[in-house]
């Protein structure tokens, strides 16, 4: 498995605003997948982006994938409090691959 | 609403006294995965059931055990605690190998060491 590398290591944005966040990542994917810590929580799974796709939806939620340049963007709208939270991504090599290894994420702080 | 369990929320041991983490799911998940997560670093796995299969990774301590006795149910045995140990346990489960709707994470355990 691969370790995706996020960045910033943190980022404050006022609500309202949009936050971007970057991964990239070194070998070849099937998939990509962000994560939602809150503090002193467990993960949520937010998104999957397939290898052949270059944009998916979810809600606030826009993810990105360039796989010439391995590279993801998770990008949340219109940032509300409740955001506030440390986004991982996880770069899978598919079907047999059993882990999904995590980097230290990026730290959303969103200030009402 | 199936979910992933973990308990207890918040475990506080002495030094060298062994504890035990739980997990369950109702998700009749195939895999069972436990990481560990210190303060601001990224969650580490320490190793994975496969149904009954156990599956450890190279650099998990010996320290560190774990028992799958049914679908629902894993737990991680800590046999001697250091002070090194304390962290956020989390437990996770997916459907298969490579599933595409990803992992589902408990809230974790946060361990103490005293």
């Known amino acids: 498995s691969q370790q995706g590398e996020e960045d910033p290591q943190a980022l404050s944005i006022q609500e309202g605003e949009n936050a971007t966040m970057n991964c990239s990542y070194k070998t070849s994917i099937n998939n990509l997948q962000w994560y939602r810590q809150n503090s002193g929580r467990g993960l949520v799974h937010l998104i999957l982006i397939r290898s052949n796709e270059r944009e998916k939806h979810s809600g606030r939620l826009r993810v990105t994938l360039d796989t010439s340049k391995k590279s993801s963007s998770l990008l949340i709208t219109a940032s509300r409090a409740a955001d506030t939270a440390s986004y991982f991504c996880a770069p899978s090599e598919g079907a047999g691959s059993y882990q999904l290894t995590f980097g230290k994420g990026t730290k959303l702080s969103v200030i009402p | 609403d199936a979910m992933v369990i973990q308990n207890p929320r918040y475990q506080v041991t002495q030094f060298g006294k062994p504890v035990t983490l739980s997990c369950s799911q109702t998700?009749?998940?195939?895999?069972m995965y436990w990481y560990q997560q210190k303060s601001s670093q990224a969650p580490k796995l320490l190793f994975h059931?496969?149904?009954?299969?156990?599956?450890n990774e190279a650099d998990t301590p010996d320290n560190f055990q774990s028992r799958r006795p049914n679908t629902s149910f894993c737990f991680l045995d800590i046999r001697s605690p250091g002070l090194g140990d304390a962290a956020m346990y989390l437990c996770?489960?997916?459907?298969?190998?490579?599933?595409?709707?990803?992992?589902?994470f408990g809230s974790g355990t946060r361990l103490t060491v005293v």
């Open positions: 998700l009749n998940h195939n895999v």
């Open positions: 059931y496969y149904d009954k299969d156990f599956n």
């Open positions: 996770a489960t997916s459907r298969d190998y490579g599933a595409r709707d990803g992992y589902t």
